[in-house]
């Protein structure tokens, strides 16, 4: 599986953006989905997750009802819908898949895309 992150972009406090992860490959419908954010210094983040079929999703405590995380099968995409955004919000963001299992954990996902930068102007 291989994932391409995209959507990032310059946005002011308040504002929303909507990241999408594009998978390529055949085993995609078998992996939950991640998003993870990092600045430079710090661990990466866990932010949001969604399970192989969609029915659910787990966020962050500091996303929590702000983001919303989902998924299109068909398109092989997953969706990171971001309002209300926050300067403390920036970051670069990545999408992950694991296999068979759900995890917030980073090392528990199998495959990384390259990561698509968000910056929150106050």
């Known amino acids: 599986v291989q994932l391409q992150a995209s959507g990032g972009g310059l946005v002011q406090a308040g504002g929303s953006l909507r990241l999408s992860c594009v998978a390529s490959g055949s085993m995609w419908r078998d992996n939950a989905v991640g998003w993870y954010r990092q600045v430079p210094g710090k661990e990466r983040e866990f932010v949001a997750l969604?399970?192989?079929?969609?029915?659910?999703?787990f966020y962050a405590d500091s996303v929590e009802g702000r983001f919303t995380i989902s998924r299109d099968n068909a398109k092989n995409t997953v969706y990171l819908q971001m309002n209300s955004l926050k300067p403390e919000d920036t970051a670069v963001y990545y999408c992950?898949?694991?296999?068979?299992?759900?995890?917030?954990?980073?090392?528990?996902?199998?495959?990384w895309g390259q990561g698509t930068l968000v910056t929150v102007s106050s």
């Open positions: 992950a898949a694991a296999i068979n299992i759900i995890s917030r954990l980073p090392n528990d996902y199998d495959y």
């Open positions: 969604i399970s192989r079929s969609g029915g659910s999703t």
